[in-house]
């Protein structure tokens, strides 16, 4: 089967900019997550989705970051403006929840360079 | 509380070694621990996970101890290789909280040759 999809893989912007990112996650997969990673960091969940609705938002800048999963499917995630401590790998992952499990597939990421 | 605490850092062990990564929670909500394995250029992904109504998991050279009353878990990986080295992450979700998933800050492991 297909994994998750993003794109771009690299993306090099000046600060207070803006930039888009891009998920297709894993056919049939409800959950949708969106992490940022800092270099030499565990994942931080920014955003989860159960289908369309958003679950969990709780540790996303919502003054300058904002994402949104139309249809269930795709998902983007924009900054806006940059900082230079957004830079960061932007992982998206998706889920089918099982019972008691649930693994998350995660794509490759997305790698922000703020300048 | 929401924090999940890793260590050490880094390692470094030679191959047939066997290294163990420590984890601990304060959050007893957490009834799931997943660690994931990332190598560099590619997105985390599941080795194994346990659930704390057991003690032990094995799962080929790699095994979950969960220890539910100190709040720790770690991972041993056994015979280790030197395609083992890349960096590991443990991980405490809640399943009634949408298994939102909280990860310790990793740790780098390099097996010599």
């Known amino acids: ?115 | 509380q929401q924090q999940v605490k890793q260590s050490p850092q880094s390692l470094i062990v030679q191959k047939g070694g066997i290294p163990i990564i420590n984890c601990a929670y304060e959050n007893t909500a957490f009834d799931y621990f997943p660690w994931y394995q990332q190598f560099p250029g590619k997105g985390p992904a599941l080795l194994i996970a346990i659930r704390p109504d057991v003690s032990e998991k094995k799962e080929g050279r790699f095994t979950i101890s969960f220890n539910k009353s100190a709040k720790q878990f770690s991972l041993h990986i056994m015979d280790s290789q030197p395609g083992d080295s890349a960096t590991y992450f443990c991980a405490a979700s809640m399943s009634t909280g949408g298994f939102k998933t909280i990860f310790g800050a990793g740790t780098r492991l390099f097996v010599k040759a």
């Open chain 1, 1 to 115: 089967e297909a994994g998750v999809a993003q794109s771009p893989r690299y993306k090099i912007i000046e600060k207070r900019q803006s930039v888009a990112f891009w998920c297709n996650p894993i056919s049939g997969h409800a959950t949708l997550y969106w992490y940022q990673q800092i270099l030499g960091q565990g994942p931080k969940l920014l955003i989860q989705f159960q289908n369309n609705g958003v679950v969990d938002d709780s540790q996303l800048p919502k003054d300058r970051f904002s994402a949104e999963r139309l249809k269930g499917v795709d998902s983007t995630l924009k900054i806006q403006p940059a900082k230079l401590e957004d830079s960061a790998v932007y992982l998206c992952a998706s889920s089918l929840v099982l019972g008691r499990t649930n693994e998350q597939f995660f794509g490759p990421g997305t790698r922000l360079t703020v300048l």
